[in-house]
Structures are given as structure tokens and as C-alpha cells.
């Protein structure tokens, strides 16, 4: 069975949603991703990823599979019939991967890293000044839209969910959007999405950050 390493409510929950918009069972592994221990037994989180960071993915044979854009695409791939993302060959496939780097590139890196990592002793001016503009960019994209790629929710969607979930602790009200708002209630109305989050948010109260 597949093995995901994540940490409550970090980037490893979009990889958590696919899993559950596809129906795939796994085994959910907490890593804490400050002590760098996995919490089922105390062990070097370094030994499973020498990043150390969420989501890794171990597959069947054993290998481990890390960065979000890679294990939303082989979670994708592994259940084409549920539509999570276009097939290879299709030129929205190129689409969703803008996508993926869009957002852990330019909304994760760039902004919500810094600010959840770093002291914001001034040093995070920069990134908060370019967001907005950021996220003008989904805002548009999405104001006569359903979904980021195409006319399903595909791992893009669920990649942008959880970026949008975490800008308010980072301190951004998404409301000034009016269409990221609605995306936000449309996708956290979405029974998987719902799950994973529940399931996300209750563990969060049992680590300490
Ligand atoms: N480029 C990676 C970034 C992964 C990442 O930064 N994960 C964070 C949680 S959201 C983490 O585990 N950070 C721990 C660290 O960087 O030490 C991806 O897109 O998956």
C-alpha cells in the first residue's frame, strides 16, 4: 500500500486530498516537520526524505517519490478514471502543470514559506507587497471559471485549496477576491476535500508547532 509522510494542514494535504478524491487508500505517516521526527516511532525523518520536508510518497516498490507537483501527478495517474488530472498528451496536461509550479513556486515559496519559517522582522515586506499581485492571477483566472485546468477538479485544485486555506493564518484575507472566495467555498464543500481537511485539522491540535 502507498505511504504518505505529511505533517497537519502543510502542502503533504493536497496530496492527502487527491488521495481521497480518487478513493486510494494509504498509510499516513505524521512527520513533524520542525523536530524532524516521524511521530509512529520517533524516528530521523531525515532517513525517509534527506529533504525533510512533506509530502513524500513511498510506492509500492519501496521508492519515495517527493515534491508536491510530482506526487499530485503520479496520485493523478495511478486512477485516470477519476479525472485528477489530464493525460499525458493532452495540452491541459501542460495547464495543470503551470498550474502546480504556480502555485509551489509563487504562492507556497515565495509567501507562505517565508511567513510561516521566518521572523517577520521587516526582512518579509517584499513577499508580502508581490502576493496580492500573485494571487491576482488565480483571481482572474477563476472569475468565470469552476476549476484551475479544464471543466474538473483535478490535483491543481487541490494544490491551490490548500494555499488558499493557509493564507489567513499568513495573515491574507483571500475575501478581497470574490471569485477565490467562492472557489475556496466551492472546493471545501467537496465531500473528500471536507474529509481530508476534518481529519488534517484534528490532528493539528495534537502537534505541537
Ligand atoms: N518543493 C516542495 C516543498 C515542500 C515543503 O516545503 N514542505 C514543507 C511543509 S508545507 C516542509 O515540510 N518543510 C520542512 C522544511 O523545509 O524543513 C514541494 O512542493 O513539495
Not at 5 to 21: D, V
Not at 47 to 63: F, R, T
Not at 65 to 91: F, H, M
Not at 118 to 137: E, F, H, M, N, W
Request: charged share 20%; net charge neutral.
Amino acid at each position: 500500500m502507498l505511504q504518505l509522510y505529511f505533517f497537519p494542514m502543510a502542502c503533504s494535504l493536497a496530496s492527502r486530498i487527491a488521495l481521497t478524491e480518487a478513493g486510494i487508500e494509504a498509510n499516513y505517516h505524521l512527520a513533524h516537520i520542525w523536530t524532524k521526527k516521524v511521530v509512529d516511532d520517533g524516528s530521523d525523518f531525515h532517513d525517509v526524505s534527506p529533504k525533510g520536508a512533506v509530502p513524500v510518497l513511498v510506492l509500492e516498490n519501496g521508492e519515495r517519490l517527493t515534491e508536491s507537483a510530482a506526487v499530485l501527478q503520479y496520485i493523478a495517474d495511478l486512477k485516470p478514471e477519476a479525472g485528477l488530472a489530464p493525460q499525458s498528451g493532452d495540452p491541459d496536461r501542460y495547464r495543470l502543470q503551470e498550474w502546480l509550479s504556480f502555485i509551489g513556486a509563487e504562492i507556497h515559496k515565495a509567501f507562505l514559506f517565508p511567513t510561516f519559517w521566518y521572523k517577520d522582522d521587516g526582512s518579509l515586506a517584499k513577499p508580502r507587497a508581490r502576493i496580492a499581485q500573485t494571487l491576482s492571477v488565480p483571481a482572474a483566472h477563476l472569475a468565470d471559471r469552476e476549476f484551475l485546468v479544464g471543466n474538473r477538479f483535478t490535483v491543481a485544485d487541490a494544490h491551490l485549496t490548500w494555499a488558499l486555506l493557509l493564507l489567513r493564518p499568513a495573515g491574507v484575507d483571500i475575501a478581497q477576491w470574490q471569485s477565490l472566495r467562492s472557489y475556496l467555498e466551492r472546493m471545501q464543500a467537496r465531500p473528500a476535500v471536507k474529509e481530508a481537511i476534518a481529519t488534517e485539522m484534528a490532528l493539528r491540535k495534537t502537534v505541537a508547532a
